[in-house]
DNA sequence: ATGAAAGCGCTAACAT
DNA sequence: ATGTTAGCGCTTTCAT
């Protein structure tokens, strides 16, 4: 049978709301005796029981709060969904949630959300905006303050959060170049689009994608990589270029950017369909490019399971205190053609 | 907030005790009384909360059998991890696994496993091993009994088990034919290894790769289908012929059967690594496979989601009633390259 | 046939 | 500083 705190409190022949003071950190403990308790919760293997805690925590439940982008920006709706997976099996569990959309390209606005959930009492916060200096920071602050916090999606590195849940963006980056390794004859010509050097997912992928390549003694030529290549306009641009300089180019990587834009200086160009594309995710109209025979090949890091682990390891963390497996936690990178939809 | 048993038996001017015979369906109870309850139960759309539950549970869990092949399959090894995780996050809800451990070619010894959960008292099921006519009628009787049925990575058709967690089989053909196309030229000449026919695991299989082939007007000439390889002898001798029939073979598809056997036919004929070859799944020898270049894709069916999933669609089905959200549940199938691993 | 009440493990308010 | 106790929602035993 498990082991509950009536039986700790036997052993340590003190009452159970004194174990309950010492293994929630509340003030009003003799030293001794406290750590007497700690011993003979060690010693005994103590887990506390989930159930236990949720239907203590009915009337005042712990809140969770999630820092992320707006609803608009659809990349995160699986996201969503994977949350609201979570939060649905949990939904008895003794958590709530709190929302706070954020602009991630404004390092105050990011820093002050997490600010504000900190202030309001949450007690646990998940988050997925900018890596920024300020951001940092205010998580350190979180973490010291005993709420605990977890990344997804896109990492803030060397701060105290307790894991990141997301993809492994240096893996995506070689597959890209096995795929187009194997797509393409030896020696022919292929362009990376890397996106804005600004964003590590887009200098990692670029970079994993360049190292596999080197690997194999360079079956490919990288005869062009496109940096700053993030909203339509540029990417048009620098792709539309990149096409009339380079006539024998015969395949393209996306490490990020603006598909559509990529697709559409293809179309102008009359090389849709004729020139090979591996690009990253699973919006809208990478599928359309998809079914169309002008993508070939999509790189996706199951944004659902990131949704869903994210919340699901911070649940073990604020109520088992399970610390994570892994710091860095990877959801699965897969391959998708025409066929996979 | 919630709606409580309480709230229901207030309501309805009767005891709590009297809503949860209603509820549990435990005899006892005067039909209007009955009828009553349910239908404010109805009203105020009652929905039991979770941690109550478990942990009235916590002297006598629930169990949940499980029939699967026993642990030196390898291939099961990820489901049974996925279970686990599962598992592991339900420690505290009131449930225990059994585990049936059955050889899935003896069609009574898997009926009697079902037979065996159902008379030792378990309230829920999870099964994957043959589909037959003997185990449907057991799986039959279990539902009959109120014993919900959950089927997982290979499905029992036409019974009344509440749903199927695994992979989609046709799509898992139609992906492979998608593979073979972008990798080789146009009419080469390509052989389906089949399998077992008796299997439809292998049948469904290979009739999304030719089903996918026709629709596209037959870009490659399927110029060998291979049956009856299931062990590494039949599937040698048969590949083994074929490389020699069939000099100008430039792809192979394995629906199913023994990799091994087809790799060490492909090296003794001095044709590893340049026939493509597309198989299914990530056991040992395909992952050695995919690192010495001799198999080019292999495409995965999440067996550790399958695991997982399924256990919870057959937690919320006995703990909540909840009704799976589709009859077919479909884990991801994704592509894998050496680069993926 | 139905009501009353104890108990599942944990938390928190109240006592001492 | 520490003990006591009343819930949290549900099941189940014991009364009636």
Same mark, same amino acid.
């Given at each position: 049978?498990?082991?509950?705190?009536?039986?700790?409190?036997?052993?340590?022949?003190?009452?159970?709301?004194?174990?309950?003071?010492?293994?929630?950190?509340?003030?009003?403990?003799?030293?001794?005796?406290?750590?007497?308790?700690?011993?003979?919760?060690?010693?005994?293997?103590?887990?506390?029981?989930?159930?236990?805690?949720?239907?203590?925590?009915?009337?005042?439940?712990?809140?969770?709060?999630?820092?992320?982008?707006?609803?608009?920006?659809?990349?995160?709706?699986?996201?969503?969904?994977?949350?609201?997976?979570?939060?649905?099996?949990?939904?008895? %569990?003794?958590?709530?949630?709190?929302?706070?959309?954020?602009?991630?390209?404004?390092?105050?606005?990011?820093?002050?959300?997490?600010?504000?959930?900190?202030?309001?009492?949450?007690?646990?916060?998940?988050?997925?905006?900018?890596?920024?200096?300020?951001?940092?920071?205010?998580?350190?602050?979180?973490?010291?303050?005993?709420?605990?916090?977890?990344?997804?999606?896109?990492?803030?590195?060397?701060?105290?959060?307790?894991?990141?849940?997301?993809?492994?963006?240096?893996?995506?980056?070689?597959?890209?170049?096995?795929?187009?390794?194997?797509?393409?004859?030896?020696?022919?010509?292929?362009?990376?689009?890397?996106?804005?050097?600004?964003? &590590?997912?887009?200098?990692?992928?670029?970079?994993?994608?360049?190292?596999?390549?080197?690997?194999?003694?360079?079956?490919?030529?990288?005869?062009?990589?496109?940096?700053?290549?993030?909203? #339509?306009?540029?990417?048009?641009?620098?792709?539309?270029?990149?096409?009339?300089?380079?006539?024998?180019?015969?395949?393209? #990587?996306?490490?990020?950017?603006?598909?559509?834009?990529?697709?559409?200086?293809?179309?102008?160009?009359?090389?849709?369909?004729?020139?090979?594309?591996?690009?990253?995710?699973?919006?809208?109209?990478?599928?359309?490019?998809?079914?169309?025979?002008?993508?070939?090949?999509?790189?996706?890091?199951?944004?659902?399971? &990131?949704?869903?682990?994210?919340?699901?390891?911070?649940?073990?963390? %604020?109520?088992?205190?399970?610390?994570?497996?892994?710091?860095?936690?990877?959801?699965?990178?897969?391959?998708?053609?025409?066929?996979?939809?």
């Amino acid at each position: 049978m498990k082991v509950t705190i009536r039986q700790i409190a036997e052993k340590a022949g003190v009452s159970r709301g004194t174990v309950d003071r010492v293994l929630n950190g509340r003030y009003g403990v003799k030293p001794d005796v406290r750590d007497r308790v700690l011993s003979i919760v060690e010693e005994m293997n103590y887990v506390p029981n989930l159930a236990g805690k949720a239907l203590a925590y009915q009337k005042k439940p712990a809140v969770v709060g999630i820092v992320m982008p707006p609803e608009h920006i659809r990349f995160f709706d699986q996201i969503r969904e994977g949350i609201s997976l979570a939060a649905a099996e949990l939904k008895d %569990m003794g958590l709530r949630l709190e929302f706070q959309y954020v602009d991630s390209t404004q390092p105050e606005k990011c820093a002050q959300a997490v600010r504000e959930l900190v202030n309001s009492g949450v007690q646990g916060i998940l988050y997925a905006s900018l890596d920024d200096s300020q951001v940092r920071a205010m998580i350190d602050e979180a973490v010291d303050r005993g709420i605990p916090v977890v990344t997804f999606n896109s990492d803030v590195e060397d701060c105290k959060r307790a894991c990141f849940v997301g993809q492994d963006l240096y893996k995506s980056g070689s597959i890209a170049a096995g795929l187009m390794k194997r797509i393409l004859p030896r020696g022919a010509q292929i362009a990376v689009v890397l996106g804005n050097p600004k964003f &590590q997912a887009h200098r990692v992928r670029t970079l994993g994608f360049t190292d596999a390549m080197k690997a194999w003694g360079n079956p490919l030529e990288i005869a062009s990589v496109i940096e700053i290549a993030d909203r #339509y306009e540029d990417t048009f641009t620098h792709v539309d270029e990149t096409l009339k300089t380079l006539p024998d180019l015969e395949g393209i #990587y996306l490490a990020t950017g603006d598909i559509a834009a990529c697709i559409d200086a293809l179309r102008l160009n009359g090389k849709a369909g004729q020139i090979r594309i591996v690009c990253n995710d699973l919006l809208p109209e990478i599928e359309q490019g998809l079914k169309d025979n002008i993508i070939d090949f999509t790189i996706v890091q199951n944004p659902e399971q &990131q949704g869903y682990r994210s919340l699901r390891v911070l649940y073990d963390l %604020m109520f088992s205190g399970k610390q994570p497996d892994a710091e860095l936690i990877y959801t699965a990178t897969s391959i998708y053609i025409p066929e996979s939809l």
